[in-house]
């Protein structure tokens, strides 16, 4: 009987050390845990307080669902700094799979786009990055693009194509075939795609014509329809614009706030001057009423809207998630000019900064106004669903 109890009395004795040895190993492992936490979280605190610009990045990011840590890591070392993201993808496509490469770039472009910055310029280089990891597919390349940044993926495949034939392939510029790839896109049926394709082919042309735009803007007219030529010419001059905007570069006079516009024959011009709008704003130091009274100093109607045009959606750009300010900077502008303004910047709101923000940008202007900003965003969202 004693034997019986002296047995009972070891094993409590054994249980209560074994529970007490769990509990020790478990209480070790969550206060690890929460160290680690912690430790974590006082590192994002302080990559964000020691880079504030990549705070628009970083924030949204905590939020996303980020499949791959190599996106993390990217966009917490480098935030918008377009070169170092570059160089970390390049690092990583030598030693990664195809899936997880362009999961990662995906994942950075939609990050992007949920920050409170323009990321179309820098996402360009994104595409170029694609253009090169495909040596040059141009459809290949393009069938991995998305929408995210106003297309940005799309442009930076396709402005970088020309160039890269004739750099590594020893193409002759006259022998370009521009056309072929966007057609067989559906760019003479207004696909998404398709027209996608066609303005970044301006923006190529813009490049391996080094900002020749007389003679670039020629090379547009072997698209076979408006639409078509019409998107060439847009990118060529919005190519030509940002490399002034960036460089002091491009085909411009210093002399002649018009130029190269007032030079070109006149199918060229409504295009033109819209990007001249934005040049005509860096020229007036971003101030609104005097680039539109700049604008209006132009010798026709239609062409005065095409500089309110590009002077209004460049200011969009600036004020970003500010629709407020947006607004009230086109019901200040001539009436003449106010469906021109609140045209052109529901379309800058809705594509570069976030497509919800259509309706509320709308309902900021009066009855008759709200109306055809309403239409006008309709008809973007058609656009879009295209994709």
């Not at 391996?208 to 020749?212: A, G, I």
């Not at 670039?216 to 614009?241: I, P, S, Y």
């Not at 033109?272 to 130091?285: P, R």
């Given at each position: 009987?004693?034997?019986?109890?002296?047995?009972?009395?070891?094993?409590?004795?054994?249980?209560?050390?074994?529970?007490?040895?769990?509990?020790?190993?478990?209480?070790?492992?969550?206060?690890?845990?929460?160290?680690?936490?912690?430790?974590?979280?006082?590192?994002?605190?302080?990559?964000?307080?020691?880079?504030?610009?990549?705070?628009?990045?970083?924030?949204?990011?905590?939020?996303?669902?980020?499949?791959?840590?190599?996106?993390?890591?990217?966009?917490?070392?480098?935030?918008?700094?377009?070169?170092?993201?570059?160089?970390?993808?390049?690092?990583?496509?030598?030693?990664?799979?195809?899936e997880?490469?362009?999961?990662?770039?995906?994942?950075?472009?939609?990050?992007?786009?949920?920050?409170?910055?323009?990321?179309?310029?820098?996402?360009?280089?994104?595409?170029?990055?694609?253009?090169?990891?495909?040596?040059?597919?141009?459809?290949?390349?393009?069938?991995?693009?998305?929408?995210?940044?106003?297309?940005?993926?799309?442009?930076?495949?396709?402005?970088?194509?020309?160039?890269?034939?004739?750099?590594?392939?020893?193409?002759?510029?006259?022998?370009?075939?521009?056309?072929?790839?966007?057609?067989?896109?559906?760019?003479?049926?207004?696909?998404?795609?398709?027209?996608?394709?066609?303005?970044?082919?301006?923006?190529?042309?813009?490049k391996?014509?080094?900002?020749?735009v007389?003679?670039?803007?020629?090379?547009?007219?072997?698209?076979?329809?408006?639409?078509?030529?019409?998107?060439?010419?847009?990118?060529?001059?919005?190519?030509?614009?940002?490399?002034?905007?960036?460089?002091?570069g491009g085909?411009f006079?210093?002399?002649?706030?018009?130029?190269?516009?007032?030079?070109?024959?006149?199918?060229?011009?409504?295009k033109?001057?819209?990007?001249?709008?934005?040049?005509?704003?860096?020229?007036?130091?971003y101030?609104?009423?005097?680039?539109?009274?700049?604008?209006?100093?132009i010798?026709?109607e239609?062409l005065?809207?095409?500089?309110?045009?590009?002077?209004?959606?460049?200011?969009?750009?600036?004020?970003?998630?500010?629709?407020e300010?947006?607004?009230?900077?086109?019901?200040?502008?001539?009436?003449?000019?106010?469906?021109?303004?609140?045209?052109?910047?529901?379309?800058?709101?809705?594509l570069?900064?976030?497509?919800?923000?259509?309706?509320?940008?709308?309902?900021?202007?009066?009855?008759?106004?709200?109306?055809?900003?309403?239409?006008?965003?309709?008809?973007?969202?058609?656009?879009?669903?295209?994709?």
């Open positions: 009987m004693s034997s019986v109890k002296q047995f009972s009395s070891n094993s409590k004795i054994i249980i209560m050390t074994v529970l007490t040895i769990l509990l020790i190993v478990v209480t070790f492992y969550i206060v690890t845990a929460v160290i680690q936490n912690w430790q974590i979280n006082e590192i994002i605190e302080n990559q964000e307080e020691n880079a504030p610009i990549h705070n628009p990045i970083i924030k949204p990011l905590l939020k996303s669902d980020i499949r791959n840590p190599q996106t993390t890591e990217i966009l917490l070392e480098c935030g918008k700094d377009t070169h170092c993201v570059l160089e970390n993808i390049q690092t990583l496509a030598k030693i990664e799979n195809q997880m490469v362009l999961s990662i770039v995906n994942e950075i472009i939609t990050v992007w786009g949920k920050g409170d910055f323009y990321c179309h310029d820098i996402a360009h280089h994104l595409g170029q990055f694609l253009l090169g990891y495909f040596k040059g597919d141009l459809l290949e390349a393009l069938s991995h693009a998305n929408n995210n940044c106003g297309n940005a993926l799309y442009h930076g495949i396709v402005e970088n194509y020309l160039p890269s034939k004739v750099m590594f392939e020893n193409a002759k510029i006259r022998d370009l075939d521009i056309t072929t790839t966007c057609m067989e896109l559906g760019s003479s049926n207004n696909s998404y795609v398709g027209l996608n394709c066609v303005h970044g082919m301006g923006h190529s042309l813009a391996v014509y080094n900002y020749d007389f003679e670039a803007v020629k090379r547009c007219d072997e698209f076979q329809t408006v639409d078509e030529q019409e998107g060439c010419h847009d990118g060529l001059f919005m190519e030509n614009a940002v490399e002034y905007s960036k460089r002091s085909n006079d210093e002399n002649d706030i018009f130029y190269p516009c007032n030079k070109l024959d006149e199918k060229y011009q409504k033109c001057y819209i990007y001249q709008g934005s040049i005509i704003l860096l020229e007036n130091n101030f609104p009423e005097e680039s539109f009274i700049q604008c209006e100093k010798d026709s239609e005065i809207k095409s500089c309110y045009n590009g002077a209004s959606r460049y200011m969009a750009l600036l004020y970003f998630y500010s629709i300010s947006t607004a009230t900077m086109c019901k200040q502008v001539n009436p003449t000019y106010q469906k021109v303004c609140i045209l052109a910047t529901v379309g800058t709101v809705t570069y900064v976030d497509q919800e923000l259509g309706d509320d940008y709308c309902k900021l202007f009066p009855e008759e106004q709200s109306e055809y900003c309403i239409k006008e965003w309709n008809t973007i969202q058609e656009y879009h669903n295209l994709a």
